[in-house]
């Protein structure tokens, strides 16, 4: 029996999965694997009733529907996306024959071996590659196949070709600046003053819930809003609770939890970058105090495909592990709302893993949470070249293209608020428009005419779906007041106000919103509409002269979405009969 298996592996009876021409530029390779190295692979097996799950989160999450709130529990939503049992035990069965112990885990499939093995099962070659600039050996191959059989069992499996390492980070702040003692102390001297008042060398959180018209407070009971931290960095409990004297007296006292995936950390000291992380816990704070604040610290960095604007080393972040963890826990464990302020180009991201990826959202949506994405900060793009033939192309982003996120836009000034300059959107290369969003985008295509229509496929998922304030945060960072800017910015405050919108309906008894875009799009009178500024890019490209831009019009629009919040009547289409108070 394992004779005949090993003898599907060959190359001659088997699919060709994935492969590289060459390896990729920055790389190099060290050693041969030797043949006793151990390496860890995951299966990802095709799900039995995918299209039918689709179905029911577009019904679950559309108003008006019959099912509309009715969420799934974890269990129902693995009953949609289990694989067949024959899936499961061909590829069980085709990896036991090599002495391989696999784990299975619905549809993935995890398994630890020796590259020997795992050359022979899948016609590949590991080799040990180093990054240019430094950063861990990675242990890859160019290519890798699988029995044809099993072929049709098989979605993908990671890693093996993706080359990726440690490196800068890639973050969704287009700005940080830390001030001079005298600016601390004009700021602190004018916050009492004037913060309301959205003096826009500035945003506090006092002048973001004057903008918004942000009066409701939440109760605590029953209610989560979490956000997702990568790349080695932490929030820090130091800096929230200066922030809070500083800013936000009344959430004094208030302090966040944190949970570990994937062998994340929670290090109060590290002398790496923090930017992030205080940025996001202090403005969800900012608007949903006093609803409990929960960090997810991931480790690990996601596969990468090399591409002109991130050759590497990787900075891609590890969502896979993120998402099976959370997939993984109890319902009443999950939050209700999810911000996270990472991305990077679509392109840089295996197709195969941004997939799989963006269905993980969507069985989070399903199960009633609401997964907010900051839309990038490089406009329509920053080189604008597709890597495929190196023809000029606008550069969506991932996930922020996924349907199955709301992705966050950023504005400034406040009258009138307008689009700003490094807002990311555009129209994904990989996910259809979905029908939810066909009669807002649609609109916006035809007033633009043939403008760009090389450079994008019009056809597809437009992005993003809202905006907020994205421009100079007062942040507290390291026990130094600092500025930031970017769409990292704006997603934390817009699900600071899905929170709050949640937190409502769950006062009424009723159900979260979990996945928002039918509903925002349903109610998108409860927006302020964006109509001046624009995103710019494209800069460094000849195509295009004097750089690339969308502009900010009447309705949608890939800079700013539908809009900014308008509170008052967020409130009133989400839970009717609350007060804003």
């Keep these: 029996m394992r004779s005949i298996l090993l003898l599907f592996a060959t190359a001659a009876t088997a699919k060709v999965m994935d492969s590289l021409p060459a390896v990729p530029k920055g790389w190099a390779e060290v050693r041969q694997a030797s043949p006793d190295d151990s390496v860890t692979l995951r299966v990802g ?17 559309t108003p008006g529907h019959p099912n509309y709130g009715m969420h799934m529990s974890r269990d129902q939503v693995r009953a ?26 619905n549809d993935w499939i995890t398994f630890t071996t020796n590259v020997k093995t795992a050359n022979d099962l899948l016609s590949a070659n590991f080799a040990w590659y180093q990054f240019e600039n430094g950063g861990s050996p990675k242990l890859r191959t160019l290519s890798y196949s699988v029995p044809d059989e099993l ?7 990671q890693p093996t070709t993706r080359f990726g390492q440690l ?24 916050v009492a003053i004037d913060a309301a008042d959205c003096n826009t060398s500035r945003i506090t959180p ?4 004057s903008l918004y018209n942000i009066k409701y407070t939440a109760s605590t009971e ?16 130091s800096d929230l609770q200066s922030f809070e004297s500083q800013y936000l007296t009344e959430a004094s006292g208030q302090n966040f939890t944190v949970e570990l995936v994937n062998g994340g950390l929670n290090d109060q000291s590290s002398s790496d970058d923090s930017g992030e992380a205080n940025l996001d816990v202090q403005y969800v704070l900012a608007i949903s105090n006093p609803i409990p604040i929960l960090e997810y610290s991931t480790g690990g960095r996601g596969p990468l495909v090399p591409t002109t604007d991130e050759p590497g080393p990787s900075s891609n972040e590890p969502y896979l592990e993120f998402l099976t963890y959370l997939l993984d826990q109890e319902d009443s464990t999950l939050p209700q709302t999810l911000s996270t302020s990472y991305g990077e180009e679509e392109q840089s991201v295996p197709a195969d893993y941004a997939l799989k990826v963006c269905n993980m959202f969507m069985q989070l949506g399903a199960r009633g949470v609401s997964v907010l994405f900051s839309s990038g900060d490089s406009g329509p793009g920053d080189s604008c070249i597709r890597e495929s033939d190196k023809a000029p192309y606008f550069q969506p982003s991932f996930p922020a293209g996924c349907p199955y996120v709301t992705s966050v836009g950023a504005t400034y000034n406040v009258e009138p608020e307008q689009a700003v300059s490094f807002s990311s959107g555009g129209f994904s290369s990989l996910h259809a428009q979905p029908a939810w969003q066909a009669d807002a985008v649609n609109a916006y295509l035809e007033s633009i005419g043939d403008t760009y229509s090389a450079y994008f496929n019009a056809s597809n998922r437009g992005f993003p779906d809202v905006a907020a304030q994205g421009s100079r ?21 817009f699900a600071g106000v899905v929170a709050l919108l949640n937190a409502a309906r769950k006062s009424q008894g009723q159900a979260p919103l979990g996945f928002l875009n039918p509903w925002l799009y349903n109610n998108s009178a409860a927006l302020t509409d964006i109509t001046s500024g624009y995103g710019s890019g494209c800069t460094g490209n000849s195509a295009f002269a004097n750089g690339a831009r969308w502009n900010a019009t009447v309705g949608w629009d890939p800079v700013t979405g539908l809009g900014t919040p308008n509170f008052e009547k967020l409130l009133a289409a989400a839970a009717p009969g609350v007060e804003n108070a």
């Design 206 to 209: 006092a002048c973001l819930k």
């Design 80 to 105: 949609y996306t289990a694989p067949t049992e024959q899936s499961v035990s061909s590829v069980v069965n085709w990896l036991s024959a090599s002495g391989v112990k696999p784990s299975v885990n």
């Design 45 to 61: 097996l095709p799900q039995q009733h995918a299209t039918a799950l689709e179905q029911a989160v577009l019904e679950i999450s």
């Design 167 to 190: 490196g800068a980070k890639k973050t969704t702040i287009f700005e940080l600046q830390i001030l001079e003692d005298e600016d601390e102390a004009a700021i602190k001297a004018n």
């Design 222 to 237: 029953g209610n989560l809003v979490a956000f997702a931290s990568y790349l080695e960095e932490y929030a820090r409990y």
């Design 151 to 157: 072929a049709g069992n098989i979605d993908l499996i």
């Design 473 to 493: 945060f007062a942040v507290i960072d390291k026990g130094r007041s600092s500025l930031l800017s970017g769409t990292s910015a704006s997603s934390p405050v």
